[in-house]
């Protein structure tokens, strides 16, 4: 094969950092985006850590997000990067892509799971919101994360019960 693909459901969405020769628009079956991973180094600090998106696996879900082709030419420095800017606490994962035009193919995406020391399972939006609502780390506030995640969701069409309760509680603490 010629080229790998990279799957990406957080930053890598709108901000991938690495040399691709197509992205398309894709879903990955029985996984389920949450925030439960705190982050000290993009968006947040070590004493007022934010938290970032993760994907859990779940029978019957979905997880939308950006497929990218990788020139195999380019896959080392492709990992190097991503291993580099996903360290605390991800982990390189294969799994299988669905294009929105109705393939699939294998590709790798970045999962924090539940073994890592940032790892943060609370099921409550308000206490989520809370804490991004003032976080802001080396990559920005954790407002503008969140933020982003629903612009990419918004213009892929798709809803997200989670990611939208999250952003909902967020706006009402932030803008009045
Ligand atoms: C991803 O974008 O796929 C991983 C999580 C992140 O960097 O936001």
């Known amino acids: 094969m010629s080229e790998i693909w990279v799957f990406g459901y957080g930053s890598i969405m709108w901000n991938p950092g ?11 079956k029985g996984w389920e985006r949450r ?20 994907i859990i696996r779940k029978k019957n879900s979905r997880c939308w997000g ?11 420095e492709t990992f190097q990067r991503l291993d580099g800017r996903e360290r605390n606490g991800y982990e390189r ?20 799971g539940p073994n890592n020391r940032y790892y943060s399972e609370e099921d409550s939006v308000h206490s989520i919101a809370r804490q991004t609502a003032r976080a802001r780390g080396p990559s920005g506030a954790n407002r503008e994360y969140i933020m982003l995640i629903i612009r990419e969701l918004r213009r892929l069409g798709v809803y997200e019960r989670h990611t939208e309760a999250i952003w909902k509680n967020l706006k ?5």
């Open 66 to 76: 950006i497929a990218y082709s990788v020139a195999k030419s380019d896959e080392k």
């Open 93 to 112: 994962t294969e799994t299988i892509a669905t294009s929105s035009l109705g393939y699939s193919f294998e590709c790798v995406t970045y999962v924090a």
């Open 18 to 28: 690495f040399r691709y020769k197509k992205k398309e628009t894709c879903f990955i």
């Open 35 to 54: 925030f439960w991973q705190e982050s000290s180094d993009h968006r947040g600090t070590s004493s007022k850590p934010g938290r970032v998106a993760t």
């Open 172 to 176: 009402d603490r932030t803008e009045s």
